[in-house]
């Protein structure tokens, strides 16, 4: 018999920790000793830095910001809804990119001022306000999608 954990288990722990569980509220949950998580974490942890290294000189052309979801979604998670925040995401987005992109944003003005910052004239940013519009679904109620 494996002493390895199910991935169904694993996927349960590697949850609770991104929601910010404790190590020992997630052993009582889940019965798996902390040792055992902590292990886990650590070999997501490295998982992730590989990964991280490995995402750059990406050759992406159209590329939505999509902030408000991720807002609504983790609400104070996500950073703050400034333009120090939009910086930093916007910067670290650029320093990616191995050509001009197209950019989509969500209607958060900070985005539109951050991708000035962050990639200069090197691309084009878009502000889509109208989330039928945004999701391709035509609502015939603003200037981009009458009559279309």
Not at 61 to 78: A, C, M, P, R, T
Request: glycine share 10%; with cysteine.
């Amino acid at each position: 018999m494996s002493n390895t954990l199910s991935t169904d288990k694993q996927i349960v722990i590697i949850a609770a920790l991104a929601e910010g569980s404790s190590i020992r509220g997630i052993e009582r949950m889940t019965g798996v000793h902390r040792d055992t998580i902590m292990r886990l974490g650590v070999k997501i942890g490295q998982g992730c830095t590989r990964l991280d290294e490995k995402m750059r000189n990406l050759p992406c052309e159209d590329i939505q910001l999509d902030e408000i979801w991720g807002y609504v979604g983790k609400k104070n998670k996500v950073g703050k809804r400034d333009a120090a925040t939009a910086d930093a995401f916007v910067g670290d987005l650029a320093s990616r990119l191995k050509n001009r992109a197209q950019i989509s944003t969500d209607g958060l003005k900070a985005y539109i001022d951050a991708v000035e910052r962050g990639f200069g004239t090197e691309t084009t940013c878009h502000r889509l306000t109208c989330w039928p519009h945004y999701l391709g679904i035509i609502c015939r109620s603003c200037s981009d999608c009458s009559g279309v």
